[in-house]
């Protein structure tokens, strides 16, 4: 079956303005979460999702950094006045419950100018 | 918190050969253990966990992985790689008892870059 979709592959923006980041998790998966890939180093944990209410926030690393999970399934990160910092590999991963592996989506690759 | 080290950040070796990617974690609780992989264009994939009970975990394709307490160690072993093999290893730990989220709000390390060679 399909995986976990991130929109769009590749995203290139300046300094300064603001971006949205999709994330389609498997069907049925009630847990979404979003984590940062930066150059040369592991993902780090940004924000959980259990349905549409966000569990866990505690990786987001300023105010400029927001998600949402309306519906419980389609998942948007949206990032604020951005800044050459935040360039990284965005990635998404979703699982069944809370005791199943998560399933990792190929991620976006964020280039902020 | 957790951290966690994987001492090498490449790894090449030639096919057939045996290989051993290193893990060793800091945390002053007790942990959940992973190891995943990514694959040339593709998304992180869970290859093995320790959770509890046996020291020794496999994974399908021939990759073990034993967690030794007293080191703080998850070493990653393989008696035979292919070419296939390659790839970017990561090792990651979790705390247990994050309830909802002990299998999925993980503490990764720098990944391995391994390369098989013919």
């Known amino acids: 079956g399909a995986g976990v979709s991130q929109t769009p592959s590749n995203k290139v923006t300046e300094k300064g303005k603001y971006v949205e980041l999709r994330c389609d998790p498997i069907s049925g998966h009630t847990a979404l979460y979003w984590y940062r890939q930066s150059l040369g180093q592991g993902p780090e944990f940004l924000i959980y999702f259990q349905g549409t209410g966000a569990a866990d926030d505690s990786g987001l690393p300023n105010d400029r950094f927001f998600a949402v999970r309306p519906e419980g399934s389609v998942s948007t990160l949206k990032i604020q006045r951005t800044e050459r910092g935040d360039s990284a590999v965005y990635l998404c991963?979703?699982?069944?419950?809370?005791?199943?592996?998560?399933?990792f989506g190929n991620g976006t690759r964020l280039t902020v100018t | 918190a957790q951290s966690v080290t994987q001492l090498d950040s490449q790894v090449p070796v030639f096919e057939e050969a045996p290989v051993e990617l290193r893990c060793n974690y800091s945390?002053?609780?007790?942990?959940?253990l992973f190891w995943y992989v990514q694959y040339p264009n593709q998304g992180l994939q869970l290859l093995l966990k320790y959770l509890s009970g046996s020291t020794l975990v496999e994974s399908i394709n021939g990759f073990e992985a034993e967690f030794n307490k007293s080191q703080t160690s998850f070493h990653l072993r393989k008696p035979s790689v292919h070419i296939s093999d390659t790839a970017e290893y990561f090792c990651?730990?979790?705390?247990?008892?994050?309830?909802?989220?002990?299998?999925?709000?993980?503490?990764f390390g720098q990944g391995t870059i391994l390369t098989v060679h013919p």
């Open positions: 990651a730990v979790s705390d247990p008892r994050a309830g909802g989220t002990s299998y999925g709000k993980l503490t």
């Open positions: 945390s002053s609780v007790s942990v959940y």
């Open positions: 991963a979703s699982s069944f419950g809370s005791n199943s592996p998560l399933h």
